[in-house]
T-cell receptor, first 115, second 114 residues
Framework: AQSVAQPEDQVNVAEGNPLTVKCTYS??????LFWYVQYPNRGLQFLLK??????LVKGSYGFEAEFNKSQTSFHLKKPSALVSDSALYFC?????????????FGQGTTLQVKP | EADIYQTPRYLVIGTGKKITLECSQT?????MYWYQQDPGMELHLIHY???????EKGDLSSESTVSRIRTEHFPLTLESARPSHTSQYLC?????????????FGPGTRLTVL
């Protein structure tokens, strides 16, 4: 069965410190991987995606993610966290099989950045 | 400006009422989706559409129905709302065919059924 796991319900970091939000996946075939962010009472905003090529993907707002095929992971990272980064983050995956365009979302990780 | 819109943003309604949640996008996308999300929780796909006159059930069973008469419009209807329908509903769209296209989300409708 295809699935995405975000093992941490919440991640707490101090402003200025590096942050990592973890994501692992289990899918058949090569995955397309995405990260989205959701601020309170808002829809999801696209941050970045991995399709193919360089394993390190750079996205919006200074975020980046590293695709690791052997560990089936796609962790989101930022070198220096901002208080404004505090939000709910979702990892998502889509496989190449079929063309439904459906995404499988993880359960979400709340990022709390303290001043 | 190309965007995706949802109305209403908030809706409080009594049990048994018929409701329609509106979703429109001006990006010319063929694919559209409806997700249900409980507060702070993961998203569950309840409906999607490949294009005009195409509607499919998603991964989570839902008593709602959808229609796609126009490319830009993908409304969701509940014939008889119940408290168990209380949730946030997110609409999304993406370009046709290419599986690597990200989905663009609307701001959501928070539905409360009393």
């Amino acid at each position: 069965a295809q699935s995405v796991a975000q093992p941490e319900d919440q991640v707490n970091v101090a402003e200025g410190n590096p942050l990592t939000v973890k994501c692992t996946y289990s899918v058949s075939g090569n995955p397309y991987l995405f990260w989205y962010v959701q601020y309170p009472n808002r829809g999801l905003q696209f941050l970045l995606k991995y399709i193919t090529g360089d394993n390190l993907v750079k996205g919006s707002y200074g975020f980046e993610a590293e695709f690791n095929k052997s560990q089936t992971s796609f962790h989101l990272k930022k070198p220096s966290a901002l208080v404004s980064d505090s939000a709910l983050y979702f990892c998502a995956v889509r496989t190449l099989s079929g063309n439904t365009g459906k995404l499988i979302f993880g359960q979400g990780t709340t990022l709390q950045v303290k001043p | 400006e190309a965007d995706i819109y949802q109305t209403p943003r908030y809706l409080v309604i009594g049990t048994g009422k018929k409701i329609t949640l509106e979703c429109s996008q001006t990006m010319g996308h063929d694919k559209m989706y409806w997700y249900q999300q409980d507060p702070g929780m993961e998203l569950h796909l309840i409906h999607y559409s490949y294009g005009v006159n195409s509607t499919e059930k998603g991964d989570l069973s839902s008593e709602s129905t959808v229609s796609r008469i126009r490319t830009e419009h993908f409304p969701l209807t509940l014939e008889s709302a119940r408290p168990s329908h209380t949730s946030q509903y997110l609409c999304a769209s993406s370009e046709r065919l290419a599986g690597n296209n990200e989905q663009f989300f609307g701001p959501g409708t928070r539905l409360t059924v009393l």
